[in-house]
């Protein structure tokens, strides 16, 4: 019973910290600890949820990460950093930072890649590409696998990425 108590006062003293906007929703300043770990259990739990049983229909291959390096150097880059290394700015000042991939690159599933760029995440800036239509499900595919492997490139897409737009 004491923990059932307990439990009912941190939700409301939760709640009421919300209703009387004590968390800060800017986006220059960094989340609490708190907010951070939450936020991204959500995600983590709501894309292996939702990307269930989602395979890559289209084999890797040069063409294909080829094709995504343009793709990506054409729409990604601005927010997630650019074959020069450099951190991308207007993805630093989202909230939650936009990952930059040339630096840290994503070591989720495909299919979890594939679902975030389809369906974008919200709240963070990052478009749900599917639904604008700009991007078929094969460029889908073609993006995630060459950011999958932006670390370990063949030739052909590295000197694609590297190309001025």
Not at 124 to 138: I, N, P, Q, V, Y
Request: glycine content about 8%; overall charge neutral; charged content about 25%.
């Amino acid at each position: 019973m004491k923990v059932l108590g307990v439990v009912i006062v941190a939700g409301l003293a939760l709640w009421l910290s919300v209703i009387l906007g004590l968390w800060p929703v800017d986006a220059a300043s960094d989340p609490s600890t708190l907010e951070a770990e939450i936020a991204e259990r959500a995600m983590d739990a709501s894309v292996a949820r939702a990307s269930r049983g989602v395979r890559n229909p289209f084999p890797v291959s040069d063409e294909l990460l080829v094709a995504g390096a343009h793709i990506y150097r054409d729409n990604c880059t601005g927010c997630h950093g650019g074959a020069d290394g450099r951190p991308a700015e207007f993805g630093l000042s989202f909230y939650p930072r936009a990952p930059q991939f040339p630096k840290d690159p994503p070591r989720d599933p495909e299919e979890r890649l594939h679902w975030i760029v389809a369906n974008g995440v919200r709240r963070t800036g990052m478009s749900a590409w599917a639904k604008s239509k700009l991007l078929s499900d094969r460029d889908i595919w073609a993006v995630v696998s060459f950011v999958r492997r932006i670390d370990s490139l063949p030739p052909s897409a590295m000197a694609e990425w590297k190309k001025t737009p």
